[in-house]
């Protein structure tokens, strides 16, 4: 892991890590998941020093024909309400204090289905495939809302969440009888109603996008095109012929991408 100075665009500090998987960052701290052995870590944020790993196991046991197994296996952390969540394909949501003392609840959800996760002000947001979004009230710890995306006949399979002010924006990529169709659409969630806001189209292809300065980032996968987007209509509002990665974020006034071969790259001001 590095850390870089958004003013100079250079180096300033690094931490070697086994296994890192997901990472978010909190007010009290850095969280990476280790995927292999089940666990989220805990780094301080000004000397990016180890200082906690939690183990997580499920509280159920996945059954096959050949073994049996509680290993959580995380596939994404996220930090929002002062705590940290911890999703898993497996069917459970974790949730652990922000120093990682302790866990403080386990949900279970449909399995096998899980694709991203999100926080927003009183909430947990939660794709599950093609069955749409799953609201968890961060006071309760429990499902309040599911909104399907789309027609019946043909989801938008959800991959990406950002929370955006008043609104959730989720992309995704458009299906037909279950099969997905390489069409992308980006839906707009009024988080107050639990309702889509509307949903406009997005360009083909593999995606990555960011939300920041007021406006969601856009660009193809090792693409030559930027897009700056208006969250509350869906209209672009600017394109930049810029060099895109495989990753996008927006810090400190920039649009930063990451190359396939993990060099962070500065691409726009915001």
């Known amino acids: 892991m590095i850390e870089i100075d958004p003013r100079t665009n250079k180096v300033i500090d690094s931490v070697k890590l086994a296994h890192p998987g997901a990472i978010a960052v909190g007010p009290e701290g850095i969280y990476v998941t280790d995927f292999e052995r089940g666990s989220v870590r805990r780094l301080e944020r000004q000397t990016l020093r180890l200082t906690k790993t939690l183990h997580l196991k499920l509280p159920f046991s996945i059954v096959t024909s050949s073994y049996r197994s509680k290993a959580f296996l995380p596939e994404a952390v996220v930090v929002g309400e002062g705590s940290v ?154 394109r930049l012929p810029v060099p895109v990665g495989v990753r996008l974020a927006v810090a400190d006034g920039f649009v930063w991408t990451v190359t396939r071969g993990g060099a962070p790259r500065r691409l726009a001001s915001t």
Request: glycine share 12%; net charge positive; no cysteine.
């Open 85 to 238: 969540w911890v999703a898993t394909d497996r069917g459970a949501l974790a949730r652990a204090d922000a120093r990682l003392r302790r866990l403080t609840g386990m949900l279970r959800l449909p399995p096998e289905a899980f694709q991203t996760i999100a926080t927003a002000p009183g909430a947990v947001w939660l794709s599950e495939s093609m069955l749409g979004l799953y609201r968890v009230d961060s006071h309760t710890n429990r499902v309040v809302a599911r909104i399907p995306i789309g027609p019946a006949r043909g989801r938008l399979d959800l991959g990406q969440l950002l929370p955006a002010g008043k609104r959730l924006l989720a992309l995704g990529e458009w299906t037909s009888s279950g099969t997905l169709t390489n069409r992308n659409g980006l839906a707009r969630i009024n988080t107050a109603h639990n309702r889509v806001q509307g949903i406009t189209p997005l360009p083909a292809g593999q995606l990555v996008a960011a939300y920041g300065a007021g406006s969601l980032w856009v660009g193809r996968v090792e693409g030559r095109l930027l897009e700056r987007i208006d969250p509350a209509s869906g209209r672009i509002l600017q």
